[in-house]
């Protein structure tokens, strides 16, 4: 690997023939700013010698609109980099890596939070999350494949990590011609252990877990839900908590803790619900949890009723042709939940697809409550934290957005 890296940073320089041009008609985002050009928007694509490398974007007229990794394997063929005359170098990936850790330093982020955040942080493909000393990266482009181990040298040494599980058994890989693998740094296997999060203890397969092996995009919400229960709890004898879409159970965990005195937590993996259950005992709290489809389950309770419903599932939407079925699923879920509501119970919504914009998620809620013939009100827009942060001009960067509702 460092030789094919010392061979891209000999060659990285863009040189006036290594450019993409857009085609006379393209109405391409990067015109706009986006950070992507797609392969059908370029008058023809460079020679494979060029995958991986630094070029040069240019529009319809020549006019040069920014430098960026390239790769014709993949449809995303170009993803802006930096200024004319960069260099893909130790020197640079150094500083942008520092630049993306001293702005979580910055922010109050420390122990467990994302470090890298692709595009958002000018590092295309990479992300890379610290649960404490152990590092999980990902890596999903060419270009800082060919630097992947560099990259987790500079990691360890800024934030003094023990160790780094590159975790790329992704299958976007697959898009940029690249392998699927789960390795180490050090070539050990990464044993599962107990790692304490926001105050609650979690027993972490950073190895085989989902995405980098836990949600740290929700850890904010986590207690921003656990203090609304708390409220709850002030103005009524027994609060009732329905998490759906569970995962390990952090949600539930985190409202037994504030007081709810029935918790169930749902989620269709068997893994889930085991892990859920260990992590209620190990932290002492009073939780049940059920391995069910979400769906079937209210239809199959619709008697039952809750004090506070979370809704946290996985994408519904993967790509731009699946948003009008995730669109009635999303509704239909809503719906469900609303109506399995106490009067004056809270509903706390998500959605972690990038294809589903705020306007959509508003679209779904108000049709649900509609639908429900229930008058709901916004009590909080809820976001991904600032350590994930958002690029201007990339709306995929946006990914995770939801709301916390009353509904009566």
Same mark, same amino acid.
């Given at each position: ?5 010392? /061979?891209?940073? +000999?060659?990285? %320089? ?26 059908? =928007?370029?008058? +023809?694509?460079?020679?494979? @010698?060029?995958? /991986? ?10 006019? *040069? ?9 993949? $449809? ?18 150094? $500083? ?16 467990? %939070? ?25 890596? $999903?482009?060419?270009?800082? +494949?060919?630097? %992947? ?7 360890? !040494?800024?934030? !003094? ?14 898009? !940029?011609?690249?392998?699927?693998? #789960? ?5 050990? &296997? ?5 790692? &304490?999060?926001? /105050? ?12 980098? /092996? ?16 708390? %409220?709850?709890? @002030?103005?009524?004898? @027994? ?30 993996? =068997? ?12 932290? $002492?709290? &009073?939780?049940?949890? +059920?391995?069910?489809?979400? *769906?079937?389950? *209210?239809?199959?309770?619709? !008697? ?14 993967? @790509? ?28 706390? &919504? ?56 009353? #509904?009566?």
């Amino acid at each position: 690997m460092a030789s094919v890296a010392g /061979g891209l940073e +000999e060659d990285a %320089r863009v040189s006036g023939a290594s450019f993409i041009q857009l085609k006379p008609n393209a109405k391409g985002r990067v015109l706009d700013g986006h950070p992507w050009v797609f392969a059908n =928007e370029v008058m +023809e694509l460079l020679p494979p @010698s060029q995958n /991986g490398h630094v070029v040069e974007c240019r529009d319809r007229r020549g006019r *040069f609109l920014g430098n960026g990794i390239y790769n014709a394997n993949s $449809q995303i063929v170009w993803r802006s980099f930096g200024p004319r005359h960069l260099s893909l170098n130790k020197e640079l990936l150094r $500083q942008r890596i520092n630049t993306a850790i001293d702005r979580r330093d910055a922010l109050g982020f420390s122990g467990y %939070r994302r470090l890298v955040w692709s595009e958002s942080d000018g590092l295309p493909g990479v992300v890379v999350d610290q649960f404490g000393e152990t590092l999980v990266m990902q890596t $999903q482009t060419l270009a800082m +494949e060919a630097w %992947r181990e560099f990259i987790a040298d500079v990691l360890v !040494e800024r934030v !003094e990590a023990t160790e780094v599980i590159h975790r790329n058994d992704s299958r976007i890989r697959q898009f !940029e011609g690249l392998a699927q693998e #789960v390795s180490t740094r050090s070539g050990e &296997t990464w044993e599962p252990r107990w790692a &304490t999060i926001e /105050g609650m203890d979690y027993w972490l397969d950073l190895m085989s877990g989902q995405k980098t /092996g836990f949600y740290l995009d929700q850890r904010e919400q986590h207690l921003r839900v656990a203090a609304h229960v708390k %409220r709850l709890t @002030s103005g009524r004898p @027994s609060v009732a908590v329905l998490d759906a879409f569970c995962n390990q159970g952090a949600f539930a965990l985190h409202a037994a803790r504030a007081g709810a005195t029935e918790v169930l937590g749902l989620d269709s993996a =068997e893994d889930a619900i085991a892990q859920a259950v260990q992590n209620a005992d190990r932290n $002492q709290v &009073t939780a049940s949890f +059920e391995v069910a489809n979400v *769906f079937d389950w *209210f239809t199959a309770h619709r !008697e039952q009723r809750w004090d506070l419903v979370i809704l946290d599932p996985p994408p519904f939407a993967k @790509s731009k042709k699946a948003l009008p079925g995730a669109l009635r699923g999303y509704k239909e879920l809503n719906l469900r939940a609303m109506r399995a509501l106490n009067p004056g119970g809270l509903l706390a &919504t998500y959605t972690c697809s990038h294809h589903m914009g705020d306007a959509e998620l508003r679209s779904v809620i108000a049709d649900a409550a509609h639908d429900a013939k229930r008058h709901v009100q916004v009590m909080e827009h809820c976001h991904q934290p600032a350590d994930h942060p958002v690029l201007a001009t990339m709306p995929e960067s946006e990914y995770l957005r939801g709301y916390v509702l009353r #509904v009566e």
